[in-house]
């Protein structure tokens, strides 16, 4: 509020302040406007000092007697803001604000050009920002580069807060004083309680201290497992000097705990962390960025001083492209001098004066951008510096790579600017990409086995006559420093022993080398749980079902009269009568000709249902393959509970990764059949259990899809569970800036771009049609691949040759059905890493791609919506439901959109079709909108996969319910559901329906039943 030029009198003389330099606050006194802030401003504990001999004048003048005004009433405008920032650290260096907002400000304050303090107080800094008239709130991010504090964008509310707050480090909280801010502080800051038998305490500083929603996800000997999930993370316990901290319960006898550092998906500093008691004790001290392990406060912190120099054990912002070539995204240019650093053990450590320790080459500035034909490439790396190894190097690059590596930058006067690690896929596919087999490789009857790991100091193989170590025996193996592949001929006596390798191998992140026994990659054969790969011959008459060699999939003219139907293994027989007890769950299920579930498979097919769509029946690691240890669940008990409750949800959550059920989507080894589907997980069973079930559905006229995940695995670092990523670190997974495993799939993203993890792609779906007779290949997430890797696994299966007599290695005889998930995004979203197999780039390839356009328009809404959104069988604008609010004519308006959603996909969703829109206009396909994208995409009705429901989210029928008026019949609900499944059938293209979307399948509205058991999934 302005109160017009105001005179103060002191004794015999006066001062005359001009307008603009006098506001009232909120209290009632006047006070000082500081200088806009485009003008410098000096401390305010300086200007304070120029006005004091004035400030005393007027006091004694006065003498207390300065006229008050009146308080003004609740103030909602102001005509500026201050913003005040406290760091405990009192470290302001380069924190700026962006504003946004009713600021004249906007647009010119950028986020690279933050605006600058105002000037410094005791408190700390503060910003003033000139707000437009009438403005009622202003918009701030206090930030240093992209290091925001405390995180989220923030508002300041002038009717809520006034016109100045005061602001702490890592807080939202907006405080009135300097005093009640420090006050919070003080209070705030607990000491952590000491550890105990049954606590441990983990403490965490950020460098911004902004903490708000980072929390501590947890598993292992923990009574948190399972109640601590992803998106309810552990919250901090507490506040203290050092940072936030987490006092975590384990159970009595625990000697370790699993955790995770979090805030929603960001992970710090990514990959899984294991708190070892015996090496670290009860209590640790972590740092952002790093997943080191510190004993005490003091070493945390002096450690964040170096990392502030670079990390090269959790961070690998380099990478080394070709043998030659080593690119980094940095903004320095020829000038600096980089630096290669290398040790063959490890021991290269980051000071504050640089890198310390290994030996040095000198790497050539070759330009601050990419050329072109690596630019293709790596696409996401075309603006970073391109450095060369010099040519007297070369030869020792492949000796390199199996140390600890590191590059450094110095400014010409001295001045360290950065150091990281190095990112190795490129070079590796240089050196050492190759198709030559993998895996154990028959040669009559002597077996040789073969496993790549060119980083590898060592590798040797540990060979047993049973799934454990006793009677073990070690045997050395043998590089081939071309190709990288390890290998070792055995003996016919070595068929049926189990086995492992033992990896010696550099890991970055331990900055060490270390030895792991792991399973392997390439395992045709396991043991129960996976623990040891099993030696095995795919072409023993012992392992093929009777006519193995002879039998052949059911005819099929196209790929357009291909129909599809979804199954779990495990539902289709868990609760089948008619099937015995010990087979239920089983592959062998399906070679019971007359049990129920197989008779309506053969009415199914007789009414035009071509392929059964199996879920992932490769190995699982989250399903406990001894079913001794299995929880039974109890039908009856949950029979007698109240329909309409959630009770049942609970009862089954208390047996949850107890019961072997899951869907599967968790993959362990790519090429063994499941062994929990099996009447016997220990063995070769699973191998003709499975062909057995292949056999059968074919004698019945149905072929088989394998729903296949080689976008990511389960477990990597050095999990248990983990198998490519012991083998050869950092190769296998696709990594994000920092080098750390991007997990935008929900786990550990592997990178079919890098040639090796692309060739065991191709290999495994080789094997699976070759040696399994599968017909086809659902790929989970394929927008997680690249076009190309998805064309190079079409070319491999295509033509394919017709059964050999062994039955074992050649095939079968015409080319499998490729269909799958077009999704765009996470890290390779609109084709950053390259172009990706999403549904636009795969047009044209004959590829199918599921179709979520008939999906959403048909049922209304999307999977993140609120279910209650209707659509063309729902409801929408002809019987709307409580839920929808919207205008008749709104509603009609939309469903016109939606039934030219649904023409378009009823016409195979083709781009280029023809047709007059529901405004009276021709249109081609893809010119009718989908939520911003053409709703056509396909060249040819193949790539059209046309479905409503399928495994995850609402079934179809459970999403009437949510989305059909309440006081609906059943029998309209009925209809509604028939309707729907005849736009899926009389589409052109490939239909696929969901298993019993035919009987009007419910899941209790269940949208992601992966792992709630029988009562909720079973048929």
């Known amino acids: 509020m302005n109160l017009g030029s105001t005179t103060f009198v002191c004794g015999t003389g006066s001062i005359t302040i001009p307008e603009e330099g006098v506001k009232r606050a909120d209290d009632g006194t006047i006070a000082l406007t500081p200088p806009p802030p485009e003008t410098p401003m000096p401390k305010r504990t300086s200007l304070f000092a120029l006005l004091l001999p004035l400030l005393t004048g007027l006091t004694l003048a006065l003498t207390g007697v300065l006229p008050t005004l009146a308080a003004p009433a609740t103030q909602t405008t102001c005509e500026q803001a201050v913003i005040h920032y406290h760091r405990r650290s009192a470290d302001y260096e380069g924190w700026g604000l962006h504003v946004w907002g009713a600021t004249p400000l906007e647009g010119q304050v950028t986020w690279q050009e933050p605006l600058k303090p105002a000037g410094e107080d005791d408190f700390g800094i503060y910003w ?62 607990q000491p952590a309680p000491p550890p105990d038998e049954t606590h441990v305490v983990i403490h965490y500083r950020r460098t911004a201290e902004d903490y708000d929603g980072f929390g501590l996800h947890v598993w292992g000997p923990t009574p948190l497992e399972g109640t601590v999930t992803w998106g309810s993370p552990l919250p901090p316990a507490g506040q203290d000097e050092y940072g936030i901290y987490w006092v975590v319960e384990v159970n009595a006898d625990a000697d370790h705990l699993n955790y995770i550092v979090h805030r929603g998906d960001e992970k710090d500093p990514g990959p899984d962390q294991t708190m070892n008691f015996a090496e670290t004790g009860r209590e640790i001290y972590l740092i952002q960025g790093s997943g080191e392990q510190f004993p005490d406060a003091e070493t945390a912190r002096q450690a964040l001083l170096v990392a502030g120099v670079g990390d090269i054990k959790n961070k690998a912002q380099a990478h080394w492209l070709t043998r030659r070539y080593i690119a980094w995204p940095v903004p320095y240019g020829k000038k600096a001098v980089f630096t290669l650093f290398y040790a063959p053990e490890g021991g290269i450590t980051v000071t504050q004066q640089g890198l310390q320790g290994g030996r040095q080459i000198q790497l050539e500035f070759v330009s601050d951008n990419l050329p072109q034909e690596l630019a293709a490439k790596w696409p996401h790396l075309s603006t970073a510096v391109l450095l060369k190894v010099p040519d007297e190097a070369l030869e020792i690059v492949p000796e390199i790579l199996k140390g600890q590596i590191a590059i450094q930058v110095v400014a010409p006067d001295g001045q360290v600017l950065g150091a990281t690690g190095l990112q190795i896929p490129g070079v590796l596919d240089d050196l050492y990409a190759n198709d030559e087999p993998l895996g154990i490789v028959w040669e009559a009857d002597t077996p040789t086995l073969r496993v790549w790991a060119p980083t590898a100091k060592r590798v040797r193989l540990i060979l047993s006559p049973s799934p454990s170590a006793d009677g073990a025996e070690t045997r050395d193996m043998t590089l081939d420093p071309v190709t990288g592949i390890w290998s070792i001929t055995g003996e016919p006596s070595w068929k049926g022993m189990y086995y492992r390798y033992e990896v010696s191998v550099f890991v970055r992140q331990e900055g060490k080398v270390l030895t792991s026994q792991v399973t392997d990659p390439y395992s045709i054969g396991l043991s129960m749980n996976s623990t040891w790969s099993l030696i095995v011959d795919l072409d023993d008459p012992a392992l093929q079902p009777e ?94 509970l109240p329909p309409d409750s959630d009770q049942q949800q609970a009862f089954v959550a208390e047996t949850r990764n107890k019961d072997g059920y899951n869907w599967g989507y968790d993959p362990y080894h790519y090429n063994t059949p499941e062994g929990s589907y099996s009447t016997n997980p220990e063995g070769t069973a699973r191998i003709l259990e499975f062909r057995q079930m292949v056999q059968a559905l074919h004698e019945i006229g149905l072929r088989v899809v394998m729903d296949v995940v080689y976008n990511h695995t389960h477990a990597s670092g050095l999990s248990e569970k983990s198998v490519l990523d012991k083998i050869v670190p950092g190769y296998y997974h696709r990594l994000d800036t920092n080098g750390n495993i991007a997990s935008s799939t929900c786990c550990a993203n592997t990178a079919t771009e890098h040639a090796m993890m692309g060739k065991l792609m191709r290999d495994s779906v080789l094997l699976w049609q070759r040696a399994y007779h599968v017909d086809g290949f659902r790929f989970d997430l394929m927008g997680h691949h690249m076009k190309a890797d998805m064309l190079a696994v079409q070319a491999a299966l295509s033509p394919t040759p017709a059964p050999s007599p062994s039955g074992g290695g050649d095939g079968v005889g015409d080319s499998p059905y490729l269909y799958c998930e077009g999704w765009d995004f996470g890290e390779v979203a609109h084709n950053a890493r390259g172009v990706n197999a999403t549904q636009a780039n795969m047009a044209g390839t004959g590829i199918g791609t599921f179709n979520d356009r008939l999906r959403d328009a048909v049922r209304g809404g999307n999977p993140f919506q609120p279910p209650q959104v209707q659509g063309f069988i729902t409801g929408l604008y002809t019987a709307p439901n409580a839920a929808n609010d919207l205008p008749a004519n709104s509603q009609k308006a939309a469903l016109l959109d939606l039934q030219d959603q649904i023409r378009i996909s009823l016409a195979g969703n083709l781009a280029d079709y023809p047709l007059i829109n529901a405004e009276g206009n021709p249109v081609t396909g893809a010119q009718i909108n989908y939520n911003g994208q053409p709703s056509g995409y396909t060249q040819d009705p193949q790539e059209n996969i046309v479905y409503v429901s399928a495994h995850d989210n609402e079934t179809l029928f459970d999403a009437i319910q949510y989305k059909a008026p309440r006081d609906l019949p059943m029998e309209e609900r009925v209809r509604m559901q028939n309707l729907a499944l005849d736009l899926v059938a009389y589409a052109q293209g490939v239909p696929f329906f969901h298993a019993g979307s035919e009987i009007l399948r419910s899941k209790s509205l269940d949208r992601d039943s992966y792992d709630s058991g029988d009562w909720f999934n079973a048929l």
């Open 547 to 640: 006519n193995w060699a002879e039998s052949a999939p059911p005819p099929l003219a196209a790929p357009e009269d291909i129909v599809l139907y979804e199954l779990h293994i495990r539902d289709f027989s868990a609760r089948d009568p008619s099937v015995p007890p010990e087979l239920r769950g089983t592959y062998l299920a399906f070679t019971l000709p007359d049990s129920y579930g197989v008779r309506h498979l053969k009415r199914l097919a007789a009414a035009g249902v071509t392929h059964i769509h199996l879920l992932p029946a490769f190995d699982i690691a989250t399903i406990d393959e001894d079913k001794s240890t299995w929880v039974p669940t109890d039908f009856d008990a949950l029979a007698a």
């Open 128 to 189: 003033v920002i000139p707000l437009r008239e009438g403005a009622e709130s202003v918009n701030y991010i206090v930030h240093k580069g992209d290091t925001k504090d405390p995180g989220p964008d923030q508002t300041l509310a002038f009717a809520d807060a006034g016109c100045e707050i005061y602001l702490t480090q890592g807080r939202a909280d907006q405080y009135p004083s300097a005093e009640a801010a420090l006050e919070a502080i003080a209070v705030s800051l």
